[in-house]
């Protein structure tokens, strides 16, 4: 596998656009890269629950969600990293305190805060709209996941993102949990900075690259990850070669190495050409 090249992409604003539209020609560049024996995977802070299988479709050698909480390669779970329950417990206990929406990623599902539907509700609607079925039906499942309610359970969560309505909600979140975890923004574009993912430190996408690439014995040089949010900072890090999209935002731009075109523009095929995978 020393030969190949270990390839990491984001979900959102590199696979797709925020409108949740396939980027150009990004299914051809995975499929010819695999072709030529190099290993591609998804990279992403969705919940395994939260990929779509038009996003599956495409054919992937493995999966690294919930921003780092669980890998997954050739179908096999190969690492889960979640939080204790007492810090679950404390991040429930933190969001009910200031009347923050939330959600909590497990493996097999995401529990959303009872109050999160009706906040999101008129995002959603402005989605609607989608062009095609699979884009309606990937809204329709995204609306019913965010409209469950019931307790959520205190073990297997890796990832939380809260859901404010004031720019000031990431700094509350940031300041009050102190550091006990690591607090992120700009994950979710609509909400600025009243949005964003928690983890425990430690865990992110970088550190699941580096833990998958040990466990295939394959030379971090000979990584790449693409990427255009602040979840994937620590990847663009960590990889041989850390590429931005063209719509990525200047911290993350600054974090990579070299920046390729934007998700409209065809930005993963673009670095897979010119790095020889296509």
């Keep these: 596998m020393t030969a190949s090249r270990l390839v990491f992409l984001d979900i959102d604003g590199t696979i797709l656009d925020h409108d949740q539209r396939f980027s150009p020609r990004v299914a051809e560049a995975v499929h010819t890269a695999r072709g030529n024996g190099h290993v591609v995977l998804i990279c992403s802070g969705r919940s395994p629950v939260e990929i779509s299988h038009r996003i599956h479709a495409i054919g992937f050698d493995g999966v690294i969600s919930a921003g780092g909480g669980f ?25 009910s305190r200031h009347e923050v929406e939330f959600t909590l990623q497990a493996f097999e599902n995401v529990y959303p805060s009872a109050g999160l539907f009706d906040r999101i509700r008129p995002i959603l609607h ?64 609509y909400l600025g900075e009243a949005g964003g993912e928690v983890t425990y430190p430690g865990i992110d996408k970088g550190a699941s690259i580096v833990e998958l690439a040990e466990r295939l014995g394959v030379p971090l040089e000979r990584t790449i990850a693409i990427g255009d949010g602040s979840n994937d900072i620590e990847m663009l890090g960590v990889a041989g070669v850390g590429i931005a999209m063209g719509n990525a935002d200047a911290a993350v731009k600054a974090a990579a190495d070299e920046i390729t075109a ?4 065809g930005g993963v095929y673009a670095a897979f050409a010119r790095h020889g995978l296509v």
């Excluded at 179908?75 to 969001?95: C, K, M, N, R």
């Excluded at 062009?131 to 409209?147: G, V």
């Design 71 to 95: 890998t997954e390669f050739q179908g096999e779970l190969v690492a889960s990293h979640t939080l204790p329950e007492d810090a679950v417990q404390q991040l429930i206990e933190f969001y």
């Design 126 to 189: 402005a989605r609607a709209g989608g062009d095609t079925e699979a884009e309606r039906a990937d809204l329709a499942r995204l609306a019913d996941r965010f409209s469950r309610s019931g307790a959520a359970p205190l073990t297997g969560i890796a990832k939380s993102t809260f859901f404010g309505v004031e720019a000031t909600t990431y700094a509350t979140v940031r300041d009050g949990l102190g550091d006990r975890f690591h607090v992120i923004t700009g994950t979710v574009p």
């Design 262 to 265: 934007s998700v409209d523009d």
